[in-house]
């Protein structure tokens, strides 16, 4: 039965609810002893700084207090005695601790669903389709079994102390293989998800988004306004025609077709009960321009406004990194190259690939930014000032009341803006469990590093053919002298693995939070593009209708498929992870729908797969 967080009735518990829990149950409130006659105004006070600043000030400070005669402490009067009804204020104590257990017994009822990997890791005996970046390997970049053991060994155990024994190949450190293993109070625990399996070493698929990535890299430097069905571009055309010939690319399609503006557009993938998989476009992100709205608008933050000019990185070869063998493998073991980007000094707006990796290596507060730019009215004179003035999500329970509005508790602006801070590291703690504790996937620069040895070491590694007859290939050894994979970044991908991917987790629970909020088909008014001649300046967009829902989604695909830009990331990666990130805000969203004492039908909106949701 689940509990109604309004109802005064009692709450009756699991029995197999643990003892010092039941004791919990009793309520909390203040006793004789902390406010009685015997206690002084110094212990009184002492005794305050258990509670914050902020507590003190508003919540006994604030209240009219009476004092009696020859007593040096005063006593608080009930503020509403005048009244019928005093509130009670042990049922609202028992009211929260009611509605925490039963958000948590909701969430344990979910079983845990199986957790199947690709069988890569105990195929290979020399695990060379396992992320082992950071740890010591051998002139071919294979891994050294010991010290991949005493990675595998920390793992297993569980014990910070085992963590701290691994054996790193260089000063580079892991990133938080420990951090997964925080309990979450809020949401879905991460072994309660799954994601679907990734694809295999020697797969077709493999291959296909191995070589999508190379094409984003070859591309890098040409504006996505030229991403058009009739364009001349004639490297635009070859990456179109070779990504068609491969029967398992799952980029987006037109009529079974890859076509110029599809080009690395955002996916989602999902996995059911039984484990098949199903692949969807975005919606909205196959409509007008590539890059979303909440990426170019000015944004709107209370007194102050400014414009999302980015640091872009210059378009010069310098800004290729692990091109160069013998730096691949430096940073392979955990060493530094100890090169940098160099950057343009004139910032401007996101109009191609290269400022896509930058911007997705050290991205701003993109979805706060977007629940700003959404919240503030659009100025009627002048399309570059103010927000898009989108309505709230129809089912917000403040818009048919005819004396309250929304406001930071719940609902409101300040409401939006925390719950997205706050979803992001729970949807961080899911993505690095399945990353360290059940896929290790192999990042794309290690790929290229085992496509680099077999064209140049005679090495027999199983990869596809089809990446072997693809002119990508070559055009890398005509600009680099290697096969290599080039990155954006000087230190590659970060030391934790490919799949699924960080910065799309955050990327589909932040999201899915400002979809929930807020009205998704409201049609955005006055678009903006860069201007092609002058990428410092906006000018109007001219075409089909853009709406909230569609360019929220392009928002995400935009940042997560960045790290693809990057050269750190494959699309599943994303894919997967946007759908991971939704799963972790819909379980939060669960949560805090108990705690509501408006009237309230549930948060309604549209999912990555196109099919809508109550919660």
Do not use: C
Request: hydrophobic share 35%.
């Amino acid at each position: 039965m689940q509990v109604d967080p309004n109802s005064d009735q009692g709450f009756e518990q699991d029995a197999q609810a643990n003892k010092e829990i039941d004791k919990l149950k009793q309520p909390r409130v203040a006793s004789k002893r902390f406010f009685g006659t015997h206690a002084s105004r110094r212990s009184f006070l002492g005794r305050a700084g258990l509670f914050s600043a902020a507590s003190v000030v508003a919540g006994v400070l604030g209240s009219p207090f009476s004092s009696k005669k020859g007593e040096d402490i005063v006593q608080a009067q009930d503020i509403n005695r005048r009244y019928n009804r005093p509130f009670d204020y042990n049922s609202f104590v028992n009211k929260a601790y009611r509605v925490r257990v039963e958000a948590a017994r909701l969430q344990q009822s979910i079983p845990i669903p199986p957790h199947p990997t690709n069988g890569d890791e105990a195929k290979y005996a020399n695990k060379i389709a396992t992320d082992t970046r950071g740890l010591p390997h051998n002139k071919l970049g294979e891994v050294d079994l010991k010290a991949y053991q005493s990675f595998i060994n920390a793992l297993s155990s569980e014990d910070p102390n085992e963590y701290e024994k691994i054996i790193l190949g260089g000063k580079r450190k892991l990133v938080q293989p420990l951090g997964p293993l925080a309990v979450s109070l809020s949401g879905l625990n991460a072994s309660q998800l799954t994601i679907p399996v990734p694809p295999t070493l020697d797969s077709a698929e493999q291959a296909a988004e191995f070589l999508e990535i190379a094409w984003q890299q070859l591309l890098q430097d040409i504006p996505f306004s030229e991403f058009r069905n009739n364009t001349t571009n004639p490297l635009i055309v070859a990456a179109v025609q070779d990504l068609n010939r491969l029967s398992a690319f799952k980029g987006p399609k037109q009529n079974g077709r890859v076509t110029p503006e599809l080009l690395f557009r955002g996916t989602a993938i999902y996995v059911n009960a039984s484990g098949a998989t199903s692949y969807h476009t975005l919606p909205g992100v196959d409509v007008g321009p590539y890059v979303s709205q909440f990426l170019l608008r000015p944004v709107p933050a209370g007194t102050q406004s400014y414009l999302q000019l980015n640091r872009v990185p210059l378009a010069i070869p310098e800004n290729s990194f692990q091109t160069n063998y013998n730096e691949w493998l430096l940073v392979q073991n955990g060493g530094d190259s100890g090169r940098t980007i160099k950057f343009d000094s004139t910032p401007r707006y996101f109009i191609n690939g290269r400022d896509q990796s930058e911007i997705a290596h050290t991205p701003p507060p993109v979805y706060a930014n977007a629940a700003l730019i959404l919240l503030a009215k659009p100025a009627i004179d002048d399309f570059l000032a103010g927000g898009v003035g989108s309505p709230y999500n129809p089912g917000n329970p403040y818009n048919n009341s005819k004396t309250q509005a929304s406001g930071s508790a719940t609902f409101g602006p300040g409401y939006s803006q925390s719950i997205i801070a706050w979803v992001s590291p729970h949807a961080i703690r899911a993505a690095y469990w399945q990353k360290y504790y059940v896929h290790r996937r192999l990042r794309a620069e290690a790929y290229g590093g085992l496509v680099h040895n077999n064209k140049v070491n005679k090495t027999n590694y199983p990869i596809h053919p089809d990446v072997f007859q693809s002119e990508a290939l070559d055009r890398f050894f005509s600009k680099n002298k290697s096969y290599l994979l080039p990155q954006a970044f000087p230190e590659g991908a970060p030391f934790h693995s490919s799949y699924p991917g960080g910065a799309s987790v955050s990327a589909g629970a932040s999201v899915t939070i400002l979809k929930a909020l807020f009205d998704e088909s409201y049609v955005i008014p006055n678009p903006v593009i860069p201007n092609p001649k002058d990428p410092t300046q906006l000018i109007p967009y001219q075409g089909p209708p853009l709406t909230v829902g569609g360019e929220l989604n392009k928002l995400a695909a935009n940042i997560g498929l960045g790290r693809d830009s990057a050269g750190i990331h494959w699309r599943t990666d994303a894919a997967a992870s946007l759908a991971l990130g939704e799963a972790i805000a819909i379980s939060i969203l669960k949560d805090e729908k108990l705690t509501f004492r408006e009237k309230f039908q549930g948060f309604t909106f549209t999912k990555f797969n196109g099919t809508r949701i109550t919660i």
